[in-house]
Structure formats: structure tokens, C-alpha cells
């Protein structure tokens, strides 16, 4: 069954290299709907909010309720997850009770010109995850490293073909991820 899946893009830069990747997930697959979910215009989280909670907040929840499963894709700030990545999370995990990343199917993906894949912020984003009792897609991981490297920036194309068919394989596992999930509710 045709599945729509959510991306989040844990970089708000014009040019991100993880959005480059997230956007090359979206041709890489016809049988599937991709949708971003966009982070930028969430307030800082504050309790005091919760007591009316703005539009954004609003239509950020429903954007997560209505796709089948998320996937993150994140650079690695100073050996950790982005604030603006743990803010939404933060919202996404409100109200406890009926949080809408509660049993999500989510994948991690993570890019930096870096030589460590952001290996260290996937380390966090799990953390947070687990907490938030998201089902994180287990033993796969995809870690980017020197990824100004793999991609054609004018074009905004990812080009390095081992990298692509790794993701390719990797959005097939997180697809029947999606599948496997409620048997484990
Ligand atoms: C505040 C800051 C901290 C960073 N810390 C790390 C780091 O710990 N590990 C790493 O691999 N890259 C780090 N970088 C470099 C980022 O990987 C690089 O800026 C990358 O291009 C950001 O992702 P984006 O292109 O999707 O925006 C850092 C960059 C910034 C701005």
C-alpha cells in the first residue's frame, strides 16, 4: 500500500546538504508520497504556551498525524542534536498522553562535511526519541560523512551512487518498517 512518509530537515539553512538529501529520498521511490515538515516557524518551547497553542504548533502536530511515518535528517551541532531539531521534538512530545511521535515509525539519516557522520548527534536524536517512545528503525544506520563531496551543489543533487543506492536500501527497510510497527504495540 502506498505510504506517505514525513521528512524533517534538521538544518534551517537556505543551502542545507541535509535537505539535499532529504530531497533526493523523494525521487527515489514512485510508489511512496513524501512530505516535508517544516520546523522553522515553531516558537521556542515554553509550558506557558501549552495553555493556547499557537497555529504553528497546531499544524506542525497534525503534519506528524497524518503521514504513516517520519524521517529525520540532521547535521550534528558541536557533537550534538540541533536545537531547533530537540525544540520541535519537544512539541511533537506534548501532550504526554497523546503525543503524535508516540509509536511513529522513524527513520534517522544524518550529512556533515565532516569525517564522523554525525554519529554523535544520531546518539542524541535516539536518546530523545526512546524517551518519546517513537519507534526508531533499529540496526540500520546512515551516517554521511565528507558530503560536499557526494553531491553537485549547483545542481542541489545528490550524485555519489554508493551513497544513493545505501539510501535507496534504506528507505526499502524503513518501509516495511512501517508495516512491522503495530505489532509491536
Ligand atoms: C554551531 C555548529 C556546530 C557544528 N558542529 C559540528 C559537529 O559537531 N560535527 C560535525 O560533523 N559538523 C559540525 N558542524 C558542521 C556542520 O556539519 C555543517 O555546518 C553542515 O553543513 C550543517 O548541515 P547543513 O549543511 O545541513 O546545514 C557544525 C556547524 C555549526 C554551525
Redesign the pocket.
Known amino acids: 500500500m502506498t505510504k506517505t512518509i514525513g521528512l524533517i530537515?534538521?538544518?534551517?539553512?537556505k543551502?542545507?546538504?541535509?535537505?539535499i538529501i532529504a530531497q533526493s529520498l523523494t525521487e527515489m521511490n514512485d510508489s511512496h508520497q513524501f512530505r516535508w515538515i517544516e520546523i522553522n516557524e515553531l516558537p521556542l518551547f515554553n509550558e506557558d504556551l501549552e495553555i493556547s497553542v499557537p497555529e504553528t504548533v497546531t499544524s506542525f502536530k497534525s503534519a506528524i498525524q497524518d503521514v504513516d511515518g517520519i524521517i529525520i535528517v540532521?547535521?550534528?551541532?558541536?557533537?550534538?542534536i540541533p536545537g531547533v531539531l530537540k525544540n520541535a521534538l519537544d512539541w511533537a512530545s506534548r501532550p504526554q498522553k497523546s503525543a503524535v511521535l508516540s509509536r511513529k515509525p522513524v527513520g534517522l539519516i544524518g550529512?556533515?562535511?565532516?569525517?564522523?557522520?554525525?554519529a554523535?548527534?544520531q546518539l542524541q536524536i535516539k536518546q530523545v526519541l526512546e524517551a518519546m517512545q517513537v519507534h526508531v528503525l533499529p540496526f540500520q544506520k546512515v551516517l554521511i560523512s565528507h558530503?560536499?563531496k557526494k553531491i553537485d551543489f549547483d545542481q542541489k543533487l545528490l550524485t555519489d551512487e554508493p551513497t544513493k543506492r545505501y539510501l535507496q536500501q534504506y528507505l526499502e527497510h524503513f518501509i516495511h518498517w512501517i508495516d512491522h510497527t503495530p505489532a509491536l504495540d
Open positions: 530537515c534538521g538544518s534551517l539553512r543551502n542545507s546538504y541535509n535537505r540532521s547535521p550534528e551541532y558541536n557533537s550534538g550529512a556533515t562535511p565532516g569525517g564522523l557522520g554525525t554523535f548527534a558530503v560536499h
